[in-house]
């Protein structure tokens, strides 16, 4: 029989990759935090209709990415293949307008039926934030003035690019609409099939295709900018006057979109060079009109998520393991002594190592595989004096420490 394989596009977070994962939801929960968020979670997965209303039908992650299934009851379940959806129906089946304004951090595995390729996986892992019932622009400007923080923080901020842009409100992107409508279908001929498809349901994603013959008629489009009402421009010029106070970097891409009605004002996604393809870290913007899809009151929103995966594979190294103390008993009273040592040193706040078996050679050959910082050599007669042989593993240097207060000897090399 053949060996069990994992599922296409999903991955095992062997202790490595775990520590470089743990070190970006650290951080960013820790900045977080600091700017007010509180994490928070919700369900892996929820009834389909949340995500299908949530993100839209017209989009591709709806339209062809959802892992859908029936259980047992009959219901239709999907699991979740990003969060804010979630956070918006958590908001409102737990009364939470009431609240406002809320400030919620999340992490956590999200699904996604996609080809996989390097940055691209089924199963991946996002942190977001979402700041729930702020309309001003002072709102855009945090949120995004915290994924900033987190991308510095973990030491690659000179890579990254904020791209920033603004879909404008509904009278804006009517306008515009009609106009960008106007020009598309000018050029039915050469566009994408694809493109074809959104041209009725959702022409502004056009903008954003990856298909070359697309993107030569996109380059010539109807900009955005010069169809947005003065309310429009006016909170695009907050957006950007509280950056440039911030002395936060942008670079203005008037081709960002996020394709879905209810997105408006300020979008911006960090990207970067340094990973392939899959160049997306971090990818943001406003949803105010998402709450009353979601059968919820009208409630402003702005939030951001970042891919862990792709924030984990830019970290310069990987975060150390935590470096244990190895206890070795040499005989067989030294071992069952060791055994309840290793219970107090750890009740005491060590990571301990004993080795399990073996002889000094192989005991002290595993220390070395775990790192450890130090090794506490324990023998019949060291037992006898109730002392034991304590071996800094950096240096080397060896002192006879008494056994009943080794934690105060060892308290050095915690
Ligand atoms: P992309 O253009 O890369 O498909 P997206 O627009 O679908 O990104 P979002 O839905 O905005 O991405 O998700 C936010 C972030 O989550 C992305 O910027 C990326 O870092 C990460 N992400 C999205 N899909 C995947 C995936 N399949 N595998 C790994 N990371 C992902
Ligand atoms: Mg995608």
């Known amino acids: 029989m053949p060996a069990l394989q994992p599922v296409r596009g999903t991955h095992d977070l062997l202790p490595e990759d775990s520590r470089r994962h743990r070190r970006v939801g650290d951080l960013a929960r820790a900045l977080a935090e600091r700017y007010g968020f509180a994490e928070m979670s919700t369900p892996i997965f929820e009834f389909t209709d949340v995500f299908a209303r949530g993100i839209g039908e017209a989009t591709d992650i709806v339209s062809k990415e959802m892992y859908t299934f029936a259980d047992r009851g009959g219901e239709h379940i999907t699991l979740r293949p990003e969060n804010t959806a979630g956070v918006v129906r958590a908001v409102i089946s737990n009364g939470l307008q009431q609240h406002l304004p809320l400030k919620y951090f999340y992490q956590g595995p999200m699904f996604r039926y996609e080809r996989p390729q390097k940055g691209r996986q089924r199963q991946f892992h996002q942190i977001g934030i979402e700041l729930i019932g702020v309309a001003q622009p002072q709102a855009d ?74 993107r030569r008629i996109v380059a010539d489009a109807p900009v955005y900018s010069d169809h947005l009402n003065a309310a429009s421009r006016d909170f695009f010029a907050h957006v950007t006057a509280g950056l440039d106070a911030l002395g936060i970097a942008y670079a203005i891409n008037p081709r960002l979109v996020r394709g879905l009605d209810y997105y408006c004002h300020t979008c911006f996604e960090f990207t970067t060079t340094t990973l392939g393809a899959q160049g997306t870290v971090m990818g943001g913007g406003r949803y105010d009109g998402l709450f009353a899809i979601m059968g919820g009151p009208d409630t402003a929103g702005v939030g951001w998520a970042a891919g862990i995966e792709r924030l984990a594979m830019m970290l310069a190294e990987t975060p150390a393991a935590a470096r244990p103390i190895a206890l070795v008993p040499i005989g067989e009273a030294a071992e069952r002594r060791v055994l309840i040592l290793a219970h107090q040193l750890r009740h005491a706040g060590f990571a301990v190592e004993h080795g399990y078996g073996g002889n000094v050679g192989k005991r002290m050959k595993r220390a070395n595989k775990v790192n450890a910082r130090a090794a506490v050599l324990i023998g019949d007669d060291e037992l006898a004096r109730g002392t034991a042989t304590l071996r800094d593993l950096d240096t080397g240097a060896q002192v006879a420490a008494p056994l009943d207060t080794l934690a105060e000897a060892l308290a050095q090399f915690r």
């Open 141 to 214: 400007i945090e949120v995004i003035a915290l994924g900033c923080d987190i991308i510095d923080g973990l030491g690659f901020g000179a890579d990254v690019t904020l791209e920033l842009n603004t879909l404008g409100d509904g009278e804006s992107r009517q306008a515009y609409r009609a106009v960008l409508l106007d020009y598309l279908n000018g050029h039915r001929a050469k566009l994408s099939k694809d493109s074809l498809d959104r041209l009725e349901r959702n022409p502004m994603r056009i903008l954003d295709s990856k298909d070359e013959g697309d």
